[in-house]
């Protein structure tokens, strides 16, 4: 026979019926504090969620910002290599100018003495009256 069929006048259940009782005894005073802990995770999950989509978006607003000054440095560079070129060709004309002085004056010279000629005839033909194919031939003299 088993031990509980030897105690017959002792009631089964009752060692069943304690730890039932503890059981639920312990589920009622740890109810609330499991329910927080559950809260709390769930709150924990939900920040660190939010903590991590904030990173991200943290992250994607520096990646943006940095594309945007590397664009902005590039601009500039371009500028400034382009403003550089300007100035080279102007230095290198200024140079030729200086460097062909001789040629350049005596260009100038001959556009002003071309100029001058050009209109002193100008001048001349407008001044002369309508005249005959006779005395155009023989200067006016006839």
Do not use: C, F
């Not at 009622?28 to 939010?50: C, E, I, V």
Request: charged share 20%; glycine share 12%.
């Amino acid at each position: 026979m088993t031990e509980e069929n030897k105690r017959t006048n002792q009631k089964q259940s009752t060692g069943r019926a304690t730890q039932s009782k503890v059981r639920g005894a312990a589920d009622k005073a740890t109810a609330p504090a499991s329910q927080a802990a559950k809260g709390a995770a769930g709150k924990a999950g939900d920040a660190a969620s939010a903590a991590k989509s904030g990173a991200e978006r943290s992250a994607q607003t520096a990646r943006t910002a940095a594309q945007t000054a590397a664009k902005g440095v590039e601009a500039s560079r371009q500028a400034v290599a382009t403003a550089s070129g300007h100035v080279a060709a102007t230095a290198k004309t200024a140079w030729t100018v200086i460097a062909h002085r001789k040629l350049v004056a005596a260009g100038v010279g001959a556009g002003l003495t071309a100029l001058s000629a050009a209109s002193y005839a100008v001048g001349r033909r407008a001044e002369r009256g309508a005249h005959g194919p006779l005395t155009r031939l023989t200067g006016g003299r006839i």
